[in-house]
């Protein structure tokens, strides 16, 4: 296994459109963890799934943003009516286990909302 | 609520030599862990070292260890041998569990530069 992977690595949209992020964990991983990180400043958690189940959301996610990780196998993340204030790296990762593991973070997308 | 403070936005280091982050942390939990990662300018969060809020000793992994003093709620990175590889965003960070779901909070983090 090559680790957690996300595609794309870069997107660039104009502001009101909708863009969507594929995250693929280690294999074995049963939790999920999406994160949005700016600017000098350090990752901020979004939402988290265990399996298929999405079991916590971040107030920092609004109803413009959706995610799913359907079979508990990739998630995405779909923001809608992108605005500039949406711009950020959006990071993914993945942690084996019920306990306090490390967790293993994809290259990240940056989106820049024009 | 639990809160990570890195205090140095940036720290300078000659090559070969020792440098310590600084890392405290807020949290009335009794159970937790915490944990260094890298992020290099490519922006992939690579973990470094874990200390677990049971562990009496000390975490060492390879040139990082972990200096934990529990009671003043700190738990600072030692880089010993700096390299210029080593130059890049280090971000503590602390693992707890509320209502059910374990959740990872971090610092602003300390951009460390190794000079040659």
């Known amino acids: 296994d090559t680790g957690v992977s996300q595609d794309p690595r870069h997107k660039i949209t104009k502001r009101g459109q909708n863009v969507t992020f594929r995250c693929d964990p280690i294999?074995?991983?049963?939790?999920l963890y999406w994160y949005r990180q700016t600017l000098g400043q350090g990752p901020e958690f979004l939402t988290y799934?265990?399996?298929?189940?999405?079991?916590?959301k971040s107030r920092l996610l609004s109803d413009r943003f959706s995610a799913e990780r359907p079979k508990g196998s990739f998630s995405t993340l779909e923001i809608q009516r992108t605005e500039q204030g949406d711009s950020a790296m959006y990071l993914c990762?993945?942690?084996?286990?019920?306990?306090?593991?490390?967790?293993?973070f994809g290259p990240g997308t940056r989106l820049t909302v024009l | 609520a639990q809160k990570i403070t890195q205090t140095q936005p940036g720290m300078f280091v000659q090559e070969k030599e020792a440098v310590t982050l600084d890392c405290t942390y807020d949290t009335s939990d009794q159970s937790y862990g915490l944990f260094w990662y890298k992020q290099p300018s490519s922006g992939e969060m690579i973990f470094l070292i874990y200390?677990?809020?049971?562990?009496?000793q000390n975490a060492t992994e390879g040139r990082y260890s972990l200096n934990f003093q529990k009671a003043r709620k700190s738990a600072n990175l030692v880089i010993s041998a700096s390299q210029l590889g080593d130059s890049a965003m280090y971000f503590c960070a602390m693992s707890f569990t509320q209502g059910g779901s374990e959740k990872l909070v971090f610092g602003k983090g300390t951009k460390l530069t190794v000079n040659p």
């Open positions: 294999s074995e991983h049963n939790r």
């Open positions: 990762a993945s942690v084996w286990g019920n306990s306090y593991n490390e967790q293993f």
């Open positions: 799934f265990q399996n298929e189940a999405q079991l916590e």
């Open positions: 200390q677990g809020s049971y562990d009496e």
